[in-house]
């Protein structure tokens, strides 16, 4: 790698072979960030629990519901609400991916041995994306189906070939691996862990709540805009709000806020020091 | 291992010259004011705070004064002044138990911590250094913050729609609980730090046990959920502040249950200060 300047013979590496060493390396950081597997233990515990939890009281108090709540009740969505929890700790994780590298100075190494900087982020970014991916996918079919065994008639419950359903459920891993690489740009930008996680955290959980607070129509309105309360409708079967956004409308939302955080990431990557 | 180390030099050293108690604890004091000074993070977190909590206070009341005459009779009379005052609290909280998780991670983070136990290896002492100079600082910023959100909100809605004074009853002690909750989230999020040792999973902690446990499970009443979800951290301290309780606990309760959370946390801390390394 440090031969590249040195070396006219190994100036001329193709993509491919660069591709696969970035790969390489990115990889060995990933799998030895301290806390991963920590991150990664907790979303399991996370979602079936909260699965179990919530459905579990719902199919128990389904007769005392009123009929307003129990039109509104979303199976799915009850199922999978574990997310808003896990995404704390999957956000975490895409910010300390990143901010790890730069509070220990290994990204100055990092840097040097590829000084195509853009590769090494878009790198970490694909690796993150396709473990995270995998891994919350299967914790999204486990909440699912531990909430709808919890759900028996007559409370409201959905087989997985319902329509829509799969969407939902696939659309569970789909919105913890976007808030993941949401903290991952953040943590791009920002460089330092604190910093990182209060954007991260005030974009996700507090804009929502504070959004809220204003209350009446403009409420309303702008929440469906947020990138918490707008991907969530990938992982609900009953759409409401003031637009009524789909499935893929409200995930659509949340990619467009990692696209913005992603695009400054890449571009500053490149013009500033590590 | 390494505390026994330690304790062998200390008795080596006390053999040599034996500080006093409070000479050692005046000594651990200044240090700890030196670094807490020069804390960037910490200035700005409660920079951050202050406006947030005065300016987003500021702005709820002032759209209620706007939206009042869109409101029915029933909506005007469950309008409380006090509550649309403190109602961006539920964020503000998060401001202070970051301040203090930050106080302390920061040291794990740049390896600080390792000179200061090795300076101070009575690390209980080091802890409650920390500790006697944090809650001063946050007592004081959140009364700052408290009042000036509480006077200017209630001279926003003055003149449009009800308010209150501090003389109404009741209303000191809300002001008073909002600033009891504030001070005791840096505290709690101190002990978090100490506990967690990184400010990625404090930070993470705070969030979670603030803001989101309480999203997650408030929608749970009955059985066993009537006795464990109103004492949550979050929503013992909208017990404190928030005048119409619901099924919160009582101001009295809130206030003693949330102290013997912090105690709780300050002696797990302690423990696991001293028994593991740094």
């Known amino acids: 790698m440090s031969a590249q300047a040195g070396t006219a013979p190994y100036a001329g590496a193709s993509l491919e072979t660069r591709f696969r060493a970035t790969a390489r390396s990115e990889w060995i950081k990933f799998r030895s960030v301290r806390s991963g597997p920590a991150v990664l233990l907790a979303t399991a515990v996370i979602l079936p629990v909260t699965a179990w939890l919530l459905c579990g009281y719902y199919g128990h108090n389904w007769a005392t519901m009123s009929p307003a709540s129990k039109a509104s009740f979303d199976p799915v969505f009850i199922s999978l609400r574990g997310i808003e929890g896990a995404q704390l700790f999957v956000g975490a994780f895409g910010v300390i991916t990143v901010t790890g590298e730069y509070t220990s100075g290994l990204i100055r190494g990092t840097f040097i041995a590829t000084p195509q900087r853009a590769q090494v982020i878009a790198m970490k970014a694909t690796i993150f994306a396709a473990v995270v991916w995998a891994w919350c996918t299967i914790l999204s079919f486990a909440a699912f189906f531990i909430g ?18 799969l969407t939902a459920v696939f659309g569970g891993g789909l919105y913890l691996t976007l808030v993941g690489l949401l903290g991952l740009f953040i943590g791009v930008l920002l460089r330092r862990t604190p910093a990182a996680l209060a954007a991260l955290f005030g974009i996700l959980l507090v804009s929502p709540v504070a959004i809220g607070l204003l209350g009446g129509k403009l409420s309303a309105q702008l929440a469906e805009f947020l990138p918490d309360s707008g991907g969530e409708e990938i992982f609900k079967l009953l759409h409401s709000g003031a637009y009524t956004l789909g499935p893929w409308q409200g995930f659509a939302i949340l990619a467009a806020y990692v696209a913005v955080a992603a695009a400054p990431a890449f571009l500053l990557v490149r013009r500033r020091d590590a | 291992m390494m505390s026994e180390t330690i304790q062998a030099t200390t008795a080596t050293s006390r053999r040599r010259a034996t500080p006093s108690a409070l000479l050692r604890a005046r000594a651990a004091l200044s240090a700890e004011w030196i670094k807490l000074r020069s804390l960037r993070s910490m200035l700005v977190t409660l920079v951050l705070a202050a406006v947030f909590c005065i300016g987003y206070a500021d702005l709820l009341c002032w759209r209620f004064t706007l939206r009042w005459h869109t409101f029915d009779a029933a909506s005007k009379a469950a309008f409380n002044p006090l509550d649309t005052n403190f109602n961006d609290l539920v964020i503000g909280v998060l401001f202070f138990g970051v301040l203090g998780a930050l106080v302390v991670t920061n040291e794990y983070g740049n390896g600080l911590i390792r000179t200061t136990l090795a300076a101070t290896p009575q690390r209980g ?33 003055a003149g449009h729609v009800p308010h209150v004074t501090l003389a109404d009853p009741g209303v000191l002690g809300r002001v008073l609980g909002a600033i009891f909750y504030l001070t005791a989230a840096s505290l709690i999020g101190l002990f978090i730090g100490v506990i967690a040792r990184s400010a990625a999973a404090a930070m993470t902690c705070v969030f979670g046990a603030f803001l989101v446990l309480e999203t997650l499970l408030d929608s749970l009443h009955g059985g066993v959920w009537q006795h464990t979800v109103p004492y949550l951290p979050s929503n013992l301290g909208n017990a404190l502040w928030l005048s119409h309780s619901g099924s919160l606990a009582s101001p009295t309760v809130a206030a003693l249950v949330l102290a013997a959370y912090v105690i709780v946390l300050g002696v797990v801390a302690t423990f696991s200060l001293r028994s593991r390394d740094a």
């Open chain 2, 125 to 157: 002492l080091f802890l409650a250094a920390k500790a006697a100079l944090l809650v001063p600082l946050a007592l004081v910023s959140s009364a700052v913050i408290i009042f000036a959100a509480f006077l200017t909100g209630q001279g926003i809605l």
């Open chain 1, 148 to 165: 709808q065994s919890l759900l028996s008639s007559p409370a409201k419950h959905v087989a997985i070939g319902d329509p829509g359903v």
